[in-house]
């Protein structure tokens, strides 16, 4: 990481002098400086991702209150081993689209198509977890009394797996908290996150519902909040997690292509044309305007 380079440029005053007359404290101090700087890069090198981003954000041991602890499920070990070995930050875009398919069975236990789902569900949880997190004290009731996506969309809390609830207009972050509970309580329940055998007619109905409001955190945090992204140096991290949810999204039908219309530019600029007729993306007049003005000159 480019902290522990950073660290490893030691300022003068440590550094080992050039004088051959050594003193008895730099013969000392300075060997041992050396050894507590290796001991941080290992143990940096050794640390899971998100820890790492926590660190270097300046989170250090201490969480940031609207983040919780990541979501765990008991399926198999070694799929999970798989999903972490995966760090989609260092990806290429045709990496990160194979990695969205089912791996092949060779040295790995078979997975069906719904254990793979709800395999993903659980990263994407951690990954939307994480990120939100991050932006404590931008994101509260004041300055987000709606759960908006820029100033073109607003989304209601609604809990469609209740017979009882009924659309209510609340702030973003409640909308959060509400929509991690959701998914918490259906992640917890055996009967529909199935840790044994075949998983229930309306776990894709569920995955569905869940892709849905993960996606809206996705939009506020992108089209509100994308400028305490920046101050955060959080880019690369929000647009490859993004890109990995999208691409998970379409390749399974998870995602419905109506509710990723307020993100079309965005997956023109980093999933590239081709999703200009895989999504149907409607250009506006003024760019097809200037489409057709470049290709008269």
């Not at 994407?124 to 004290?137: A, E, H, K, S």
């Not at 509100?224 to 998970?248: P, R, Y």
């Amino acid at each position: 990481p480019q902290l522990c380079l950073s660290l490893f440029t030691l300022p003068p005053h440590i550094r080992a002098p050039s004088s051959p007359t050594l003193s008895i404290y730099s013969f000392i101090f300075f060997p041992f400086r050396i050894f507590i700087l290796h001991t941080l890069y290992f143990h940096l090198l050794f640390t899971t991702s998100s820890t790492i981003d926590m660190f270097l954000l300046g989170s250090g041991n201490k969480k940031p209150k609207t983040m919780r602890a990541p979501l765990n499920h008991k399926t198999s070990h070694t799929m999970h081993s798989f999903l972490n070995s995966n760090n989609t930050l260092q990806l290429s875009l045709s990496e990160l689209k194979k990695s969205v398919k089912i791996p092949e069975s060779d040295g790995m236990p078979e997975i069906s198509k719904n254990e793979w789902i709800a395999l993903h569900v659980i990263q994407f949880y951690n990954d939307v977890n994480m990120i939100y997190g991050c932006l404590d004290g931008a994101c509260d009731s004041l300055s987000c009394p709606t759960m908006n996506a820029g100033s073109k969309y607003q989304f209601l809390w609604n809990d469609e797996l209740s017979k009882h609830s009924e659309p209510e207009d609340v702030s973003a972050r409640t909308y959060v908290q509400k929509t991690l509970d959701f998914i918490s309580d259906l992640v917890n329940d055996e009967s529909i996150f199935v840790i044994e055998g075949e998983f229930p007619p309306k776990f894709k109905k569920i995955a569905k519902i869940i892709f849905k409001k993960l996606l809206r955190i996705h939009l506020h945090i992108t089209l509100t909040h994308w400028k305490d992204i920046s101050s955060l140096g959080m880019e690369a991290h929000v647009n490859a997690a993004l890109k990995h949810f999208i691409l998970f999204g379409l390749e399974f039908r998870t995602l419905k292509k109506a509710d990723l219309v307020p993100l079309n530019d965005w997956i023109l600029k980093q999933l590239g044309p081709e999703y200009e007729k895989k999504l149907q993306i409607k250009k506006d007049k003024k760019d097809k305007k200037e489409k057709r003005e470049r290709r008269s000159k």
